[in-house]
């Protein structure tokens, strides 16, 4: 049992989550402002390692490596740069939670995915391909998907085999060259890519939990602006 997952250390949310409800396999492609900062939560939450009789792994796909640009906005310090940003984020999860990652140093290209699924790629033309090619009619029990622009928070959690999230999620499948222009200095900031993960572990509490959760969810801090649509069980 790795330390993060000890019930001892997990006690004040015992009541909240317990790790061991969770699937025992997570996927998450893409290890940058929202991958890294949804891994570390996911892994304070416990989730990812052994709990409760149930053998996790938390599995993180990413071919980047560290920049400096990277630091002010992604789980990582100037000790990090020009490692594997994989690599890196297995260093500090270990370090913090005591739960060993399981970093896969590249981009996914097609293989078979398992688990719980979450995407933080940056790219539409990338999350097309995962959607068609990795994910739609699959039997996996939930894909969420976040995105971000600035001050934007987007996310999306379907089910890939559920008629009515597939064809919401496709809704807003656009292209990249359909997706609002963002300056390179307006692309993200560390409250954005930090609530995102929030959201996202929130989002993996409540399907594990059985509780009700969006299948869209949208937040402006610009007009500090919260929508979700397409609540249920």
Not at 35 to 56: H, I, K
Not at 168 to 187: F, G
Request: charged letters at 30%; a negative charge.
């Amino acid at each position: 049992m790795t330390r993060s997952s000890d019930p001892d250390r997990l006690w004040r949310q015992t009541d909240v989550f317990s790790p061991g409800k969770a699937t025992s396999v997570i996927t998450v492609l893409g290890a940058g402002g929202i991958g890294s900062n949804t891994v570390d939560q996911l892994a304070r939450m416990g989730t990812g390692g052994s709990c409760q009789g149930v053998e996790g792994r938390m599995e993180v796909w990413d071919g980047d490596s560290v920049e400096e640009h990277n630091l002010p906005t992604q789980l990582f310090g100037e000790q990090d740069i020009g490692k594997k940003k994989v690599d890196a984020l297995q260093e500090h999860v270990k370090r913090d939670t005591g739960l060993d990652i399981v970093p896969v140093p590249k981009f996914w290209e097609g293989e078979k995915l398992e688990g719980l699924v979450i995407s933080g790629v940056d790219s539409m033309a990338v999350r097309e391909k995962i959607w068609k090619e990795g994910i739609k009619y699959k039997n996996l029990p939930l894909y969420i998907d976040g995105r971000m622009g600035a001050e934007v928070a987007l996310i999306y959690a379907v089910r890939p085999q559920d008629p009515d999230d597939i064809k919401l999620y496709e809704s807003e499948l656009n292209t990249d060259e359909e997706s609002p222009e963002v300056p390179c200095t307006a692309r993200a900031i560390i409250y954005n890519t930090k609530m995102i993960g929030a959201f996202i572990a929130n989002l993996v509490k409540r399907w594990a939990n059985g509780e009700e959760f969006p299948r869209e969810l949208i937040f402006d801090f610009a007009t500090y602006t919260f929508l979700t649509r397409e609540v249920r069980a």
